[in-house]
Nanobody, 120 residues
């Protein structure tokens, strides 16, 4: 059973930093693209950053220059370093990964989410 577990969320003042982690576990053959999404109260879930197996990256315009996505393939873990945080970055952050489990079809997996709250 493949699982994604996010960690690293919390409460931080504006201008501060947080580092989120997304750890994949289970019988995994390959992890392809991984994305971080966030959902603010009353808003739709949006893509914040994504990283391919290349590892090519892309970012939402609102976080460019402040957030950095990276991955450690040996640990099956993807990170989101968030600097110069703003109150509008507040939301639940979710990890999504395109994974090929051992002996099972390639599928899309989601973590349970981690809360990030930025106070002004």
């Amino acid at each position: 059973q493949v699982q994604l577990v996010e960690s690293g969320g919390g409460l931080v003042q504006a201008g501060g930093s947080l580092r989120l982690s997304c750890a994949a576990s289970g019988n995994i053959f390959r992890i392809n693209a991984v994305g971080w999404f966030r959902q603010a109260p009353g808003k739709q879930r949006e893509l914040v950053a994504a990283i391919g197996s290349g590892p090519n990256t892309n970012y939402a315009d609102s976080v460019k220059g402040r957030f950095t996505i990276s991955r450690d393939n040996a640990k099956n873990t993807t990170y989101l370093q968030m600097n110069t945080l703003k109150p509008e970055d507040t939301g639940v952050y979710y990890c999504n990964a395109d994974i090929e489990p051992m002996g099972r079809p390639r599928s899309d997996f989601w973590g349970q989410g981690t809360q990030v709250t930025v106070s002004s």
